[in-house]
């Protein structure tokens, strides 16, 4: 793994270099694990004129969902508390001789950038810009990898639950059992906060759950994913308790599965981003439901839940191959409930099988 890292920072320094940067600052906690390995609790990393350095506010705990450094980059832990370890970094690359320091200034406070330039007077900041964020785009194989393990995991989690007694329960208790059993199969942590919604909440996009009971007849929504090595995926499915669904629930549920299936289909290399979010909302539009619609059907997941690219009405770029990204349209109808189907996807060209669906649970409307 560390050749790997090293691989990502010899291309991030050759694009710094013909900018005429001598030395780039990373801040960003997923750019400095995309690049380290580990990111610990404000953490940077300075690919500098002589060597690459971590500096860390605190010594590093081994805490797995804080990563693992790579061989060749040298941890260096601030002797004083309450130190900024950006600041340190900037001084280490004046002192290393840098004439000219990259940094995220999309990620740093305006405090952040001052005291850096305090810290260092002879050396110019220039900005990085998302310089690592359009690098993390595309993902390797041992990113997709771990991609494919969070999945396995996240639908692991939702199967076991679905195989229990859910009526009377919160959305409250089903949520904490669900990151319980992420754990227990390996994740690191959720992915981001579990979303449980019954009855009327249901359908709702990050609905955070209440102490609301699930009852006979209610729509259940569910919104998980697991975090594994720092990569999260992302599962949405919905169901009926206990009853055979009603007409209209089975409407709304065909509905949204349509719209789903639509931009699934339309995943490939070389597509306009805004096709795919149009190719789902159109059929949700038809039916009556746009103004209710989210502002994406969709977007890039990775080290971070909600990465590039995005797929939304207005999102600009094409997609390339071995970009992993979600697909999840969703109808909510107010006082009644709503329907949310949510795959995490790894686009493929046609003559490699189409997209990869990595979250495999059915999206059968399922009677619980």
Same mark, same amino acid.
């Given at each position: 793994?560390?050749?790997? /890292? ?66 060749? &980059? ?73 991609? !494919? ?19 009377? !329960? ?9 990151? !319980? ?46 975090? /594994? ?71 890039? &997941? ?67």
């Amino acid at each position: 793994m560390s050749e790997l /890292y090293a691989v990502r920072r010899a291309r991030l320094r050759d694009r710094g270099a013909a900018a005429g940067n001598t030395a780039a600052l990373i801040s960003r906690p997923a750019n400095v694990r995309y690049l380290a390995g580990c990111t610990p609790p404000g953490a940077a990393l300075l690919l500098g004129p002589v060597e690459d350095v971590l500096l860390c506010g605190r010594p590093l705990t081994g805490d797995p969902t804080e990563g693992h450094p790579a061989d060749d &980059v040298r941890v260096s832990v601030l002797p004083a508390r309450g130190g900024d370890p950006a600041v340190a970094a900037a001084d280490l690359a004046a002192r290393e001789g840098a004439e000219i320091l990259a940094v995220e200034e999309h990620h740093l406070t305006v405090t952040r950038h001052r005291a850096m330039a305090q810290a260092a007077p002879r050396i110019r900041l220039a900005d990085l810009a998302c310089a690592v964020e359009a690098q993390r785009l595309v993902k390797d194989d041992d990113e997709i990898a771990c991609l !494919r393990i969070a999945a396995e995991i996240s639908d692991q989690a939702l199967g076991e639950l679905l195989e229990s007694i859910l009526v009377g !329960r919160t959305e409250r208790h089903l949520a904490l059992e669900l990151e !319980r059993r992420l754990v227990d199969h390996g994740a690191d942590g959720p992915a981001f906060p579990t979303s449980v919604a019954t009855g009327p909440n249901s359908g709702r996009a990050g609905h955070l759950p209440t102490d609301r009971r699930v009852e006979e007849g209610d729509f259940l929504t569910v919104n998980l994913g697991a975090n /594994y090595r720092g990569y999260r995926c992302e599962i949405g499915r919905t169901f009926v308790i206990g009853t055979t669904p009603a007409d209209w629930q089975i409407e709304l549920y065909d509905l949204v599965f349509a719209a789903q299936k639509a931009g699934r289909e339309a995943l490939a290399p070389g597509v306009e981003c805004h096709e795919v979010d149009r190719m789902a909302r159109q059929i949700l539009e038809t039916a009556g439901h746009g103004e209710g619609l989210g502002p994406w059907t969709g977007h890039g &997941v990775g080290l971070e839940i909600d990465e590039d690219p995005q797929l939304s009405p207005g999102a600009m770029g094409k997609l390339d191959a071995c970009v992993p990204v979600t697909v999840e349209p969703g109808v909510h109808i107010p006082g009644r409930g709503g329907v949310r189907i949510d795959d995490t996807l790894v686009v493929r060209p046609e003559a490699d099988g189409g997209p990869e669906l990595l979250t495999i649970t059915t999206k059968e409307l399922l009677a619980l």
